[in-house]
């Protein structure tokens, strides 16, 4: 019971937020949806999720019609919007039990499937969801979002705004939820977060760039990259833009991802030319391309 | 070396609890500062306290060479300050926002406008700048509150998670952006939650609980820690 979508396209007013967007999930499947703000991830969601219609294409969610079968999804679904959107002035607990009712179950018929996640929040459930940290809004909202058994999880940026400690133990929570059963939708502005994913589909205004697992992405990247470091990165910067073969040059971490414009790159060369810049401390050796390196050589 | 922010044993309680815990550092002229922390570990507390709005419950602290008690005012008009949620007025037009925040500032019409062709010229507006900042995508509206962040010529700038969901490409031309500020002797202080921009600082500290935990290069934080990177570093100290 997974997700498929064939050419969706919807625009607001003179802004294309989707064009022709078609891909598949997998029944179980960890899926990312990989891009900043903006790119139109959200709207994605709300046509899955039937809070929004599509101008053209077509698309299942559990095997059911986002337009037609807007009814069954809304069963069959979970979904956790980017702005928290639980009732600020009822309590932990009384958030869960209103969810639960209104999908005709109960706390205790589902708590297996919320255990890990709400045994977190358990000992604050007579606060007001409104008094809650960031980390602990996260963990209701999405103990709400599972708390009638979903087939399929729709997550709209759970993690942004998080710190790093939190977003790794919120990953650990989804790949427990997939070992459930459940098909999950993530969407991330993360790009270290696709690794975590199954396959990840990276999307930048409206248009999907390329689809396919995180290995293969990366293995895909068309040029050889170099770190390159030196004593001043402001400095090494300007340099590398100012040095006439090169084809692109983005500061990761501590080194600059360099690739050459030449087919018979030779570092030493760029090695003269960086001390005649004036650089010290320069190394350059060969690195492996991110998912991040290949989304803006998509992105260029 | 000019130290432009200096704190000492700076304290912020509400009522028993204690948000931030004699936090001391100094930071230099032209250095750039990365502030980390988990969520809730007490870092917005903190430049509250170093931005002249919120007084400490105990400690001192000198920013820009004024004292955050008794001179909150001179510290605001010797910093810019810029956050992801507020920057600028989305109903305003580019060059509205210009003006509104240069006039706040108190510069002179003449240099307003020099300003304003400088800023536009520079990050490349010149055919949105009488357009709606809200119609802009987020990554130049980030640049641009940057920009106007600096407008004033403050010594410091405080940034608080400039860069987040904006995309990778923005995001590194807005470390450009920072790094050519700081080789002018602007200061920048920065918090932020991607360890690969905690990589780019002069100096990066940590914060747990309300204390700093570490603090130092990232070089010698990845040293300590015996870490590949400065995500691991956090891994390892953050928990808390």
């Known amino acids: 019971m997974g997700i498929s979508i064939s050419n969706i396209s919807k625009s607001y007013k003179n802004v294309k937020a989707l064009q022709n967007i078609s891909f598949d999930v997998k029944p179980n499947e960890l899926f990312g949806l990989i891009g900043p703000d903006g790119a139109g991830k959200t709207t994605l969601f709300r046509i899955l999720?039937?809070?929004?219609?599509?101008?053209?294409?077509?698309?299942?969610?559990?095997?059911?019609?986002?337009?037609?079968?807007?009814?069954?999804?809304?069963?069959?679904?979970?979904?956790?919007?980017?702005?928290?959107?639980?009732?600020?002035?009822?309590?932990?607990?009384?958030?869960?039990?209103?969810?639960?009712?209104?999908?005709?179950?109960?706390?205790?018929?589902n708590y297996d499937l919320i255990k890990d996640i709400y045994v977190q929040i358990e000992p604050f459930k007579d606060r007001r969801a409104g008094k809650l940290s960031g980390g602990m809004k996260q963990k209701l909202a999405l103990s709400c979002a599972l708390i009638h058994k979903p087939k399929v999880l729709f997550l709209d940026e759970p993690t942004t705004g998080v710190d790093p400690v939190s977003r790794k133990e919120f990953w650990e929570m989804l790949k427990r939820l997939q070992q459930k059963g459940i098909t999950i939708l993530v969407s991330t502005p993360y790009m270290d977060e696709a690794a975590l994913c199954d396959r990840v589909a990276l999307i930048q205004d409206g248009k999907i760039l390329q689809i396919d697992t995180p290995k293969a992405i990366v293995k895909h990247y068309p040029k050889p990259i170099y770190n390159v470091r030196s004593n001043n990165m402001y400095q090494l910067i300007r340099s590398l833009k100012d040095y006439e073969f090169n084809h692109s040059i983005y500061p990761f971490g501590e080194f600059v991802h360099y690739t050459d414009s030449r087919t018979d790159f030779n570092p030493k060369e760029l090695q003269k030319y960086l001390e005649a810049q004036n650089l010290s401390d320069i190394e350059i050796e060969q690195t492996e391309a991110t998912i991040e390196d290949t989304f803006m050589e998509l992105a260029k | 070396m000019n130290k432009v922010i200096q704190v000492e044993g700076l304290t912020k309680m509400f009522g028993d609890f204690t948000a931030v815990d004699a936090i001391t550092f100094d930071v230099k002229k032209g250095e750039i500062f990365g502030f980390l922390g988990a969520n809730g570990a007490g870092k917005t507390t903190a430049i509250k306290m170093l931005i002249g709005i919120s007084n400490p419950t105990s400690g001192n602290a000198t920013v820009a060479g004024f004292d955050v008690l008794t001179n909150p005012n001179d510290i605001k008009k010797n910093i810019g300050y810029m956050s992801q949620r507020f920057a600028l007025y989305d109903d305003l037009t580019v060059k509205e926002n210009i003006t509104f925040f240069g006039g706040i500032y108190g510069l002179s019409r003449k240099r307003i406008k020099e300003k304003s062709e400088a800023l536009i010229k520079e990050l490349g507006l010149e055919k949105v700048a009488s357009q709606l900042v809200g119609s802009l995508p987020l990554g130049w509206k980030q640049k641009l509150s940057f920009s106007v962040a600096l407008i004033h010529d403050p010594k410091i700038v405080f940034l608080d998670e400039p860069t987040g969901g904006v995309d990778p490409i923005t995001r590194r031309q807005f470390w450009e952006?920072?790094?050519?500020?700081?080789?002018?002797?602007?200061?920048?202080?920065?918090?932020?939650?991607?360890?690969?921009?905690?990589?780019?600082?002069?100096?990066?500290?940590?914060?747990v609980n309300g204390k700093i935990e570490a603090m130092d290069t990232p070089k010698k934080l990845k040293e300590q820690f015996q870490a590949d990177s400065m995500n691991d570093v956090f891994l390892k100290l953050a928990r808390g």
């Open chain 1, 49 to 109: 999720t039937t809070l929004l219609f599509p101008d053209q294409g077509t698309a299942t969610v559990a095997g059911f019609d986002v337009v037609g079968d807007y009814k069954e999804i809304r069963k069959n679904v979970g979904y956790m919007p980017g702005r928290f959107s639980l009732y600020q002035d009822l309590t932990v607990e009384e958030n869960l039990n209103f969810f639960a009712t209104i999908f005709g179950t109960t706390i205790d018929e």
């Open chain 2, 177 to 207: 952006m920072i790094y050519k500020a700081a080789n002018q002797g602007t200061t920048v202080f920065v918090t932020t939650h991607y360890m690969d921009e905690a990589e780019y600082c002069d100096r990066v500290s940590i914060m």
